[in-house]
């Protein structure tokens, strides 16, 4: 692994020094280094890649709004009332369990890497306060790879831990005996070498180690150079995972590649253009504020000023200074150049699409606004569906059966469960992941878009022929269109309540109809009653009373 990632690390290390100077872990030493790293003269880059990471943590997993959604293949199914009821239970507490964890905090550092070497790593491990915690890594200390699907399933890293740190990790009793010496004699601080490896178990086995039947991966640490002669390693710990514990998305992968190639790499050159124009553009103001200036060999001693308003005393009135060439710089038009630099930069961020609406003056209608939003936020179709399949969707589902294992025991009586079972019905379905992020909707939008013209399209139609109405399934319009704009399933009636809310409001007017008839029945007697006949009056001649 550490081979294939070789021929990528030059390029992320001038990625991560134009747009990301604090990403990025190369040298076995980079650990704690507080020095300087941001001393670009124009922080563009930076801030374009900050903006496009704000746009990805709000527009795809906000912590402030719904962004994921449980459903079934079966909607009839879905819409019945007791497994409804139960998917939105499950929600509810993923949703909890992510905000009580460091998964908001950690997400922007993914699409930091992300969006500036292509390619991130994250680690989920379960966590006894807060259920599940989260570790992401930097360009640099990690390595990949992947499977005949192209998926990734093998991560390793190398990285320095001190003794202390080793102790409380893996308990005294498990580091070798060099890391018991130290922290016995009070040396918490030396640091030493540790692998660690997250890989499939069926690649070979480890002899004397046994993991349950069901664990698909293993996680591997060991202290590197531990006995001898440094030639065998300490064992620290192994682990057996069910699913795989590295959430590895990319941003956009070749066939065959392991790593992913990121929006960065497109505008490396501009970054790099844009740092030599701006200092260009210092030089040529600096030299016409302050020019080279040229003076006679009889002044190379005696002291002279160039401050304003300084005076030089000299005996010939010849020798004077003057400019040792004229300066024609031109600062306004390197000023525009270094725009149009700019420009290219945030146009290759998708700067200019997240910070769209507030830089667009000749907007007028909120029609207008949203239809230009559609149109540029499809442009990231392909990175949305690409961060659902790799990281957002492995997410969901893993931390789904996270909770299903801590729930399993609670059901048999074992203790506090934080799910209640599921219904029977779901026994045979598989759950689905839908997302409803803004830009998962704004993607949908197209759709509704269709529909709305569609049925407006009917409407009109039916003023010359009502009977087109009956081409509108209005029930399912509803439901589909409330699915396209990720309405919450709680605020749309399912199908049974919609049956049982007609079946009463048909009794009603069934009701409200025989009550009508009755009391016609009673006003068409008493009119009988009150006209007068040879026999009294009507009802007594139909009766044939007074006969």
């Known amino acids: 692994m550490r081979a294939e990632r070789s021929s990528w690390v030059p390029h992320w290390r001038e990625l991560t020094a134009n747009f990301s100077p604090r990403r990025g872990k190369f040298t076995e030493s980079d650990r704690n280094k507080g020095q300087k790293r941001n001393i670009l003269p124009n922080n563009?880059?930076?801030?374009?890649?900050?903006?496009?990471?704000?746009?990805?943590?709000?527009?795809?997993?906000?912590?402030?709004?719904?962004?994921?959604?449980?459903?079934?293949?079966?909607?009839?199914?879905?819409?019945?009332?007791?497994?409804?009821?139960?998917?939105d239970m499950v929600e509810e507490m993923q949703y909890r369990v992510f905000a009580a964890s460091n998964l908001y905090r950690a997400l922007p550092d993914v699409y930091d890497e992300l969006s500036t070497v292509g390619t991130a790593a994250m680690l989920q491990e379960s966590d006894y306060n807060d259920?599940?915690?989260?570790?992401?890594?930097?360009?640099?200390?990690?390595?990949?790879?992947?499977?005949?699907?192209?998926?990734?399933?093998?991560?390793?890293?190398?990285?320095?831990?001190?003794?202390?740190?080793?102790?409380?990790?893996?308990?005294?009793?498990?580091?070798?005996?060099?890391?018991?010496?130290?922290?016995?004699?009070?040396?918490?601080?030396?640091?030493?070498?540790?692998?660690?490896?997250?890989?499939?178990?069926?690649?070979?086995?480890?002899?004397g180690v046994k993991l349950p039947d069901d664990a698909a991966w293993r996680s591997i640490y060991y202290?590197?150079?531990?006995?001898?002669?440094?030639?065998?390693?300490?064992?620290?710990?192994?682990?057996?995972?069910?699913?795989?514990?590295?959430?590895a998305p990319r941003w956009a992968a070749r066939s065959g590649d392991v790593y992913g190639y990121a929006p960065a790499m497109d505008a490396l050159g501009d970054a790099k253009s844009l740092q030599i124009q701006e200092k260009e553009k210092a030089k040529a103001v600096a030299k016409q504020n302050n020019p080279p200036m040229?003076?006679?060999?009889?002044?190379?001693?005696?002291?002279?000023?160039?401050?304003?308003?300084?005076?030089?005393?000299?005996?010939?009135?010849?020798?004077?200074?003057?400019?040792?060439?004229?300066?024609?710089a031109r600062p306004d038009l390197l000023a525009v150049d270094i725009e149009r630099t700019e420009m290219r930069i945030n146009r290759a961020l998708y700067a200019d699409l997240f910070l769209m609406i507030s830089r667009q003056d000749d907007v007028r209608t909120a029609t207008e606004i949203a239809a230009r939003q559609e149109e540029k936020l499809l442009q990231l179709g392909p990175v949305l569906e690409g961060l659902h399949d790799e990281l957002l969707e492995p997410l969901v589902e893993n931390t789904f059966e996270m909770l299903m294992e801590l729930s399993e025991p609670g059901w048999s009586g074992m203790g506090?469960?934080?799910?209640?079972?599921?219904?029977?019905?779901?026994?045979?379905?598989?759950?689905?992941?839908?997302?409803?992020?803004?830009?998962?909707?704004?993607?949908?939008?197209?759709?509704?878009?269709?529909?709305?013209?569609?049925?407006?399209?009917?409407?009109n139609m039916a003023a010359m022929k009502p009977e087109v109405l009956d081409k509108v399934d209005v029930d399912e319009a509803a439901d589909e269109m409330a699915e396209k704009l990720g309405v919450p399933p709680r605020v749309v009636n399912n199908n049974e309540d919609v049956a049982a809310v007609r079946e009463g409001r048909a009794q009603m007017q069934q009701m409200q109809q025989m009550s009508g008839l009755a009391q016609q029945a009673v006003d068409a007697a008493k009119t009988l009653g009150d006209t007068p006949t040879t026999g009294g009056n009507v009802l007594n001649d139909v009766l044939g009373v007074g006969q």
């Open 131 to 207: 259920v599940t915690r989260f570790t992401t890594y930097t360009a640099g200390e990690f390595m990949l790879d992947t499977n005949g699907a192209d998926r990734v399933d093998t991560f390793g890293r190398e990285y320095d831990a001190t003794v202390w740190q080793l102790i409380s990790e893996f308990g005294v009793d498990n580091v070798s005996r060099r890391v018991r010496d130290l922290y016995e004699r009070g040396d918490y601080t030396s640091t030493f070498r540790v692998h660690h490896v997250i890989e499939p178990t069926n690649t070979c086995e480890l002899e």
């Open 416 to 459: 506090p469960a934080l799910l209640p079972p599921p219904p029977e019905e779901l026994q045979e379905e598989n759950i689905e992941v839908e997302f409803v992020s803004v830009l998962a909707n704004a993607q949908r939008m197209v759709d509704t878009g269709a529909m709305e013209r569609w049925i407006g399209f009917v409407g």
């Open 44 to 87: 563009t880059p930076l801030f374009a890649k900050r903006v496009l990471v704000s746009g990805l943590m709000t527009g795809v997993s906000s912590p402030a709004r719904p962004w994921f959604k449980l459903s079934l293949s079966n909607r009839d199914l879905e819409q019945f009332g007791p497994v409804r009821e139960w998917l």
């Open 223 to 247: 202290e590197l150079g531990a006995h001898k002669d440094e030639s065998e390693d300490q064992l620290l710990r192994v682990r057996g995972y069910r699913r795989f514990p590295i959430f």
């Open 294 to 328: 040229k003076a006679p060999k009889s002044l190379e001693n005696v002291p002279v000023s160039l401050l304003p308003g300084a005076v030089n005393f000299t005996e010939d009135p010849n020798n004077v200074f003057s400019s040792l060439y004229q300066v024609q």
